[in-house]
Each structure stands twice: as structure tokens, then as C-alpha cells.
Nanobody
Framework: QVQLVESGGGLVQAGDSLRVSCAASGRTFSSYVMGWFRQVPGKEREFVAAIRWSGGSTYYADSVKGRFTISRDMAKNTVSLQMNSLKPEDTAVYYC?????????????????WGQGTQVTVSS
């Protein structure tokens, strides 16, 4: 059974940095795409970033490009999202996701597995 466990959320000020991580277990993820999505109450869950476990290709939403960096640690089976120059509009619950048959990295329905989420709050 695949398990994704996020950690590292918290409360920061605008302009600060924060790193959230996702510990993945339950199978070999070599053929998977790992993604980060975020959601605020009353809104759709939106794509933030994704990385192909094999090869390491990365993808970003326009809203975070240049500020956020997704990476993976194959030895530890973790995926991290380094968030710099945070803005109040980055406030959301951040979810880690994994999928073996992801055709569109920004489409949340392509991901089969999800973590429980971690809250990131950026104050102005």
C-alpha cells in the first residue's frame, strides 16, 4: 500500500522560505510522477510542481516558477518542495501526490495516491 506523508508546513512571513517534504513508501517509484498540489477552502486543488522519479524532469505552475524548486532524494524516497520568496497567496494546504500513469502532470485526476496535506501559511 502506497503511503505519502508530508511534513514541514508552518507559519512564515512574506518573503521567507519554507521547505515541505513527502516521504513515500509502499512500492518502487521509479516509473512514477510525484507532484505537489495546493488547496484553499472553497477553491479547486491546483497544481504546483511535479517531478519524474526516473530522469528527474521537473514541471512548475507559472505562479511559482522561479520561486519554488521540486527535488527528489532517491535514497530516502522523499520528494521536497523548496519554497522561496513566499507570498500570502501561497497560503494553502499542500498535498503530495504520486501516479504511475500520469499523462498530464497538472491534472490531479492522473494521480492515484495522495498524502494528508500540510498547512502553509504566509502572513503579510
Amino acid at each position: 500500500q502506497v503511503q505519502l506523508v508530508e511534513s514541514g508546513g508552518g507559519l512564515v512571513q512574506a518573503g521567507d522560505s519554507l521547505r515541505v517534504s513527502c516521504a513515500a513508501s509502499g512500492r518502487t517509484f521509479s516509473s512514477y510522477v510525484m507532484g505537489w498540489f495546493r488547496q484553499v477552502p472553497g477553491k479547486e486543488r491546483e497544481f504546483v510542481a511535479a517531478i519524474r522519479w526516473s530522469g528527474g524532469s521537473t514541471y512548475y505552475a507559472d505562479s511559482v516558477k522561479g520561486r519554488f524548486t521540486i527535488s527528489r532524494d532517491m535514497a530516502k524516497n522523499t520528494v521536497s518542495l523548496q519554497m522561496n520568496s513566499l507570498k500570502p497567496e501561497d497560503t494553502a494546504v499542500y498535498y503530495c501526490a504520486a501516479g504511475a500513469w500520469v499523462r498530464e502532470v497538472a491534472r490531479r485526476y492522473d494521480y492515484a495516491y495522495w498524502g494528508q496535506g500540510t498547512q502553509v501559511t504566509v502572513s503579510s
